[in-house]
C-alpha cells in the first residue's frame, strides 16, 4: 500500500466529495463555505453548469488535440475570446499548464526578446515552484530552502510594504523604487536587465496590493531602459480583484501579462499574452508543452470568461470584496491581534501582529484552524504565516459575505481566549 507523502501540506483536514458553488462538501456532506476558492481558481465557483456542460460536451469531442502538431477549435475560440479583456496591444497568445510554466515562459520570452539575462523581482514575491519561477519567488524561505542553486540572473529588490515598516504609501513607494534605481545602478546593468516581474497584488507574500505609483513608477524605468515588464497575474487575473486585471488598478500596461488559475475554474491552463512585435521575437519551437492549451481547459476556459461577464463577477467582486473588507475590519476593530485588513476585491487579507509589532503566525493558525472547525475554510500566508487571507469564488453573495464574517469573528475570538 502507498501512501501521500508529508512534502504535500495540507491546510484543512478536509477530505471533499464534491462542491457547488461557494460550498464544498465532505464524504459525509457536511458543508464548508470555501473562501479558498483551491487557492484563487474556482472562480465561477465549484461545478458551474455552464463550466461544466462545456466541458462534458469537449470531453465526448476531442480531449487531447496536441497544439503543436494539431491546431483545435476551443483554443483559437479562446484566444479570439481573451481579447474583448486583454489590455490594448497585447494580441498575441500562447499557453502552458500551470502559472509556474508560464513564469518561466515569459522568463525565456523576455531574455530572447531582450537578448539580456537578469530579471529583477521583487522580495515576497511569489511566481511558482519549479526551478525558474522557483529562483523568482521569496514569499517564504520553504518554497527555496535546500533546494538552490536556483536559476540564475535574478536580482531581488524590495517591494512597498506600508503596514511592516509603519510608512505611508507614499514612503513605501519612494523606498521601493529608489532601491530599484540603486539596483540598477551597482548589482544589475539596465543593458544587462531583461525586465521586471511583479504581482499587483503581492499574493503568497502576504497580501499586499501594490500602489499605483510603484507599478507606474516601474513602467517609466522599463520604458527609460528598454526593460520588459512581466505582470503575474496568475492569481490577480479574471476579475479578482474588482477589475479583469490586477494592473488595471493603475495606469500601467505591461508588456507581458501572465494568466493562470482563475482563468478555467479548475481546469488546468495558463496563458502568456505579449505583443506581435515582442512574440514575433521569440524563437519559433522554443516554447509549449505537450499537454499546453488543453482543449477540455480551453473550452472550460472559454465557458468561465462567458459565465464572468454574463454574470457581472468583475463587479461582483468589487462590491463584495468591499462588503467583505468592511465586516472584517469591524472583527480586527474587536481584536487587536489583527493589525490590518487590507486587499483588493475578493483578495483580502488580515494580518496578525503581537503586542510587540511581530507578526503572530501563531494566533493566525489557530484562528484559521478554528474557522475550519467551524465550516469556513481559509487559507494563510505572508513569510511568517501570520496573514490569513479570503479569497472566495467571484459569484460569493452578500448572505455568504456575512455568514463569513460571522464565523470568521466566532474563529479569531476563539483563537484569542
Ligand atoms: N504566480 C502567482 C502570482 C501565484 O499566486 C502562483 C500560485 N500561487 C503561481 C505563480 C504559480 O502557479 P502554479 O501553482 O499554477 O504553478
Known amino acids: 500500500m502507498a501512501e501521500l507523502s508529508p512534502v504535500l501540506q495540507q491546510a484543512t483536514p478536509v477530505l471533499a466529495a464534491r462542491g457547488q458553488g461557494v460550498y464544498l462538501y465532505d464524504e459525509d456532506e457536511r458543508r464548508y463555505l470555501d473562501f479558498t476558492a483551491g487557492i484563487g481558481v474556482t472562480s465561477t465557483g465549484h461545478c458551474h453548469p455552464r463550466v461544466v456542460e462545456a466541458a ?53 520570452l523576455a531574455r530572447q526578446a531582450t537578448g539580456r539575462q537578469t530579471i529583477v523581482a521583487f522580495q515576497g514575491g511569489f511566481h511558482g515552484r519549479t526551478m525558474g519561477a522557483g529562483a523568482l519567488t521569496t514569499s517564504g524561505v520553504k518554497v527555496r530552502a535546500g533546494i538552490g542553486p536556483m536559476m540564475p540572473g535574478v536580482a531581488f529588490t524590495p517591494f512597498p510594504e ?21 539596483l540598477l545602478l551597482t548589482v544589475t546593468s539596465p543593458k544587462d536587465t531583461a525586465a521586471f516581474i511583479v504581482e499587483p497584488v503581492l499574493g503568497e507574500g502576504g497580501y499586499i496590493p501594490a500602489p499605483a505609483a510603484f507599478l507606474e513608477g516601474l513602467r517609466e524605468r522599463a520604458d527609460r531602459h528598454g526593460i520588459l515588464l512581466i505582470a ?95 465586516g472584517l475590519r469591524k472583527v480586527a476593530a474587536e481584536h487587536p491581534v489583527i493589525g490590518e485588513v487590507r486587499g483588493r476585491g475578493l ?14 503566525g501563531a494566533t493566525a ?5 478554528a474557522a475550519a472547525e467551524r465550516g469556513l475554510l481559509l487559507l494563510t500566508c505572508g513569510p ?31 483563537a484569542v481566549a
Open 56 to 108: 462534458q460536451r469537449q470531453v465526448g469531442t476531442l480531449i487531447h488535440g496536441q497544439y503543436t502538431t494539431v491546431m483545435h477549435r476551443p483554443l483559437l475560440q479562446l484566444t479570439e475570446r481573451l481579447g474583448d479583456v486583454l489590455p490594448a496591444g497585447l494580441d498575441r497568445m500562447f499557453y502552458v499548464n500551470s502559472g509556474s510554466e508560464a513564469v518561466e515562459a515569459s522568463v525565456r
Open 232 to 326: 503575474d497575474e496568475v492569481q490577480t487575473g479574471v476579475g479578482r480583484t474588482g477589475k479583469f486585471w490586477g494592473h488595471q488598478h493603475s495606469a500601467i500596461t505591461p508588456d507581458i501579462l501572465i494568466t493562470a488559475k482563475g482563468l478555467a475554474s479548475g481546469f488546468p491552463i495558463s496563458g502568456i499574452a505579449a505583443s506581435s512585435a515582442l512574440m514575433s521575437k521569440a524563437w519559433p519551437g522554443s516554447q509549449g508543452g505537450t499537454y499546453g492549451g488543453n482543449a477540455v481547459a480551453a473550452a472550460a476556459a472559454l465557458a468561465t470568461l462567458d459565465v464572468v461577464r454574463d454574470e457581472n463577477l468583475v463587479d461582483n467582486a468589487a462590491e463584495q470584496g468591499a462588503r467583505l473588507q468592511e
Open 365 to 369: 493558525a489557530r484562528a484559521h484552524a
Open 384 to 414: 511568517a504565516g501570520n496573514v490569513v487571507r479570503m479569497i472566495p469564488p467571484l459569484i460569493v453573495d452578500s448572505q455568504q459575505v456575512d455568514d463569513a464574517v460571522g464565523l470568521w469573528s466566532e474563529a479569531v475570538a476563539a
Open 162 to 182: 506600508t503596514y511592516r515598516h509603519g510608512w505611508s504609501e507614499a514612503e513605501a513607494v519612494r523606498f521601493a523604487l529608489a532601491e530599484l534605481d540603486q
Open 347 to 360: 483578495m483580502v487579507g488580515n494580518e496578525f501582529t503581537t503586542p510587540e509589532g511581530t507578526p503572530d
